[in-house]
């Protein structure tokens, strides 16, 4: 299985700035994914993190607004740029190999 | 449309009550059913990936069932740890990047 460091674990920020999220895995894996979970909701798709190549977006999220690097096989980072209060969530990373999916703890994002 | 549905969206037992929780799927075709555990303020935890009708597995007192339409969660004895939301998602085959999530069932198991 593989382990998933994600950071930070929680923030609070001002509206108008920006967060950069980290997620480190410790094994080459082939897929990185990167997800929203509002409080009490299921897990939604933001983006496919490509190594060396731009995201695939899901629809209703755009990379202005969540630009995601994959420069390697474990490692990615995703930012939330001109955060309003609509973008405090809980964001996961993710990493598929062929038979399992691993989660990271999450970053628990406040905006006020 | 490819869709996922859990169900109960929440469910209390009594420790020892045995129960399932249901995920029903509907996709164009299916490479993987998955299901996790989540406890609150923490990413999901992988339990199982389940392939092919009629598969089965088992991890202490859980065990994943998977049809054609829909997987069963099946609990047995629970006991009060094992309170938490349990997630099922189904990974598309002809598109391996495609994970759907079921909105999840929030198991509270009583002493």
């Known amino acids: 299985s593989a382990v998933i460091s994600q950071k930070p674990s929680r923030d609070i920020c001002q509206r108008g700035t920006s967060l950069t999220i980290q997620c480190q895995v410790d094994s080459q894996v082939t897929m990185m994914f990167w997800y929203r979970q509002q409080p009490g909701q299921s897990l939604t798709l933001i983006a496919t993190a490509n190594q060396g190549s731009e995201a695939t977006y899901e629809s209703g999220f755009v990379i202005d607004k969540f630009p995601i690097s994959r420069p390697n096989l474990t490692f990615s980072t995703l930012t939330v740029s001109n955060m309003s209060p609509e973008d405090s969530s809980i964001y996961l990373c993710s990493a598929a190999g062929e038979t399992e999916a691993f989660f990271g703890q999450g970053t628990r994002l406040t905006v006020v | 449309e490819d869709q996922v549905t859990q169900s109960p969206e929440a469910l209390r037992l009594q420790e020892g009550e045995s129960s399932s929780l249901n995920c029903s799927y509907t996709?164009?075709?299916?490479?993987?059913l998955f299901w996790y555990r989540q406890d609150p303020g923490k990413g999901p935890e992988f339990l199982f990936t389940?392939?092919?009708a009629g598969e089965e597995k088992e991890k202490e007192r859980l065990k994943a069932t998977l049809t054609k339409k829909e997987s069963f969660l099946h609990i047995t004895a629970p006991k009060p740890e094992d309170s938490a939301t349990y997630l099922c998602a189904v990974q598309l085959l002809y598109n391996f990047n495609k994970f759907y999530f079921g909105s999840g069932t929030k198991l509270n198991v009583k002493p």
């Open positions: 996709v164009s075709g299916l490479r993987g």
């Open positions: 389940l392939y092919s």
